[in-house]
């Protein structure tokens, strides 16, 4: 199993970004996905998950901001990340979950500008 992260890049304090996440290998697209972030020095912190039922949770400080979604033909997670602040600074890691075990993708670097 591989989680391919994709999408991070230099926004301006505003702006938007897509993040993508696509599973492949043996992989049920109703496992419990998610989006975690690291800013240097930090702690990896959850950002967003995605259920097997498609149920969302948010961190409170991204809640309003940013959207978590799917695609479960292409096995696949999004995150939608809009009026970025420079504290969302960090890398993004996609990370899923599967009987038991935990899988990360190698993470995407998003920088946002003040």
């Known amino acids: 199993v591989q989680l391919q992260a994709s999408g991070g890049g230099l926004v301006q304090t505003g702006g938007s970004l897509r993040l993508s996440c696509v599973a492949s290998?043996?992989?049920?697209?109703?496992?419990?996905m998610g989006w975690y972030r690291q800013a240097p020095g930090n702690q990896r912190e959850l950002v967003a998950i995605?259920?097997?039922?498609?149920?969302?949770n948010y961190r409170d400080s991204v809640k309003g901001r940013f959207t978590i979604s799917r695609d479960l033909a292409k096995k696949a997670i999004y995150l939608q990340m809009n009026n970025l602040q420079p504290e969302d600074t960090g890398v993004y890691f996609c990370?899923?979950?599967?009987?038991?075990?935990?899988?990360w993708g190698q993470g995407t670097l998003v920088t946002v500008s003040s």
């Open positions: 990370r899923g979950d599967s009987f038991g075990l935990v899988y």
């Open positions: 995605i259920t097997g039922s498609g149920s969302t």
């Open positions: 290998g043996s992989w049920s697209s109703g496992n419990v």
